[in-house]
């Protein structure tokens, strides 16, 4: 009987090795005549445990890790193809701190099932949601998803019930669904793991969202800059169609749906919904004025639903255990659970996904275990290059949307990046604005123009250049870019300018 085991096949992995270890560990089996079935899956999320190697044993699925080529033979002669004690042997994985305090809902079968393998997907809980939304009319679908209340995890936070009720109740002749896959904040990784690691929970996702609002084609954009994902993504919606679960007839319920990926081309403001609808047009990304939204204008001038790799993946689970079983996670407005990413300065970066509530402290030492230096973590950017920077007498504040609106900061889609004690804030400041400078889609003046004059700014006050004066420049220029910006591109690069120039002003004065 063939022993299974378990090796990442996710982008971090493969970046740690992981693809050498699977090749190092089929010949070491042949080698010793041991019949092994290796299965590449999803990380679990433990980054500093990656390249991991799970091994599927009469007593449950045991750890290794991190593993490197040349601890094959070493692991072998340990019996590990039986889960025998090894310097390397981790145990349970689920058992670990890091991962049994966390909810994982959307994330549940990440790292756990083979991800192109529909059956595995099954059973795992895996086409529940669906099932039960074709028992459902559009009407109903859309009232779980709002009751839920599942809150978009793109970035603005915006329901997502309402979203589609807009789309619902808008005429068009052929509606659409469109994820965004763009993925473009820095330190943000969970849309890629969900991709890569369970890509059958987007793609029903997307299917419930298309029987909601009444749409029948979907697309999903995805940044071309992830290759692995679009492998794994492209042989899902293979799958998907060979198994009659998208097509013309989803499930046999003479229902449609039908999906195609599509590569964005790098810029970052395609992430911006308006931006990406026209790129997907074969146009180059720029922001669209509001109104008309998209679920009522979209894609071709059609009712359009955008939305998040994580937002589509959480509707399956919300369908299939229902609206409470979700809404019961979290805090105030912001319910269910948030897939955290940990990255920067961290000694334990990962995905941590949690219920809305715990506070950043938790996060940056309880899962994360301070930064990976051992020196002291003096800022954190939450939500991406355009969240403000947060100092430690912030740490406080609970991971939830409105929590963080009150300290002028926000949520985003996340992203966690920790700085230590040898950060410098002006220089993080002027890259905010070099940032937008660069990335900026050139529609509006106060964000093409004010990102430059921003970063001269920057420079003047670094260099001593009468500071009072280019300091009340910047606060204006700012003021300016907040209030009179297109998008938020624009209208939120002040953030992290701001919150550094207030928490950490010294910085600019040396
Ligand atoms: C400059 C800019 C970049 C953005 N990039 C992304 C992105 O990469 N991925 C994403 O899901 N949303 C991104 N957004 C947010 C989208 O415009 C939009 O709000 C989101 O796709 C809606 O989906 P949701 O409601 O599920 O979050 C970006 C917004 C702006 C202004
Ligand atoms: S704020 Fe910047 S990115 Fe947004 S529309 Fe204006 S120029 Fe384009």
Redo the contacts with the bound molecule.
């Keep these: 009987m063939s022993t299974t085991v378990y090796i990442s096949r996710d982008a971090s992995a493969l970046a740690l090795g992981a693809e050498r270890v699977a090749r190092a560990l089929a010949e070491q089996a042949q080698r010793a005549g041991a019949d092994v079935r290796i299965v590449r899956n999803g990380s679990r999320g433990l980054f500093w445990l990656e390249p991991l190697v799970e091994v599927l044993t009469p007593a449950g699925r045991i750890a290794y890790g991190p593993v490197q080529p040349e601890d094959m033979p070493g692991l072998f002669a340990a019996g590990f193809l039986n889960g025998g004690a090894h310097v390397l042997r981790i145990g349970d994985i689920e058992q670990l701190p890091y991962f049994a305090r966390q909810e994982r809902l959307t994330f549940a079968r990440v790292g756990v099932t083979d991800p192109t393998d529909l059956a595995d997907y099954r059973a795992h809980g895996g086409l529940q949601g669906l099932q039960r939304a074709l028992e459902l009319g559009p009407a109903d679908i859309v009232k779980t998803v709002t009751d839920s209340g599942l809150r978009g995890r793109g970035g603005a936070a915006f329901p997502a019930g309402i979203k589609w009720q807009t789309a619902l109740n808008a005429a068009g002749t052929q509606k659409y669904i469109v994820c965004n896959a763009d993925e473009g904040d820095s330190g943000t990784f969970s849309d890629r793991m969900l991709m890569e690691g369970d890509p059958f929970a987007l793609l029903e996702g997307m299917i419930i969202a298309g029987l909601g609002v009444g749409a029948t084609r979907g697309f999903i954009y995805l940044r071309c800059e992830y290759p692995h994902a679009q492998r794994t993504l492209e042989a899902a919606i293979a799958a998907a169609y060979a198994a009659g679960v998208l097509g013309a007839d989803v499930l046999g319920s003479g229902r449609r749906f039908d999906l195609e990926l599509r590569l964005g081309a790098g810029a970052y403001?395609c992430g911006?919904e308006t931006s990406l609808l026209d790129s997907l047009e074969g146009k180059r990304g720029?922001?669209r004025v509001k109104p008309p939204l998209p679920a009522i204008k979209g894609l071709f001038g059609q009712p359009t639903i955008v939305n998040n790799v994580i937002t589509l993946a959480s509707v399956p689970i919300i369908l299939a255990r229902g609206a409470d079983y979700y809404r019961d996670y979290g805090m105030g407005r912001s319910r269910g659970t948030l897939p955290l990413q940990l990255a920067g300065n961290i000694k334990h970066g990962g995905l941590v996904e949690k219920a809305f509530g715990l506070s950043l402290r938790e996060l940056l030492y309880d899962y994360g275990g301070g930064s990976a230096t051992g020196r002291p973590i003096r800022a954190v950017q939450v939500g991406g290059p355009l969240g403000a920077y947060l100092p430690e007498s912030q740490f406080d504040t609970p991971i939830d949307y409105e929590a963080f609106a009150a300290i002028g900061a926000m949520l985003g889609h996340g992203g966690i990046v920790a700085f230590d004690d040898t950060v410098d804030m002006a220089e993080q400041a002027r890259f905010a604005m070099e940032f937008c400078a660069l990335e900026?889609?050139?529609?509006?003046t106060?964000?093409?123009i004010g990102s430059t004059r921003g970063v001269e700014v920057i420079d003047r006050i670094r260099a001593g250049v009468a500071r009072v004066e280019n300091e009340a420049l910047l606060r204006d220029l700012c003021e300016t870019m907040v209030n009179g910006?297109?998008?938020a591109?624009?209208?939120l690069t002040p953030y992290p300018v701001l919150s550094a120039l207030q928490h950490f002003g010294d910085d600019f004065r040396q």
């Design positions: 403001i911006e720029q922001v900026s889609c050139g529609k509006c106060p964000c093409r910006s297109l998008c591109l624009g209208g």
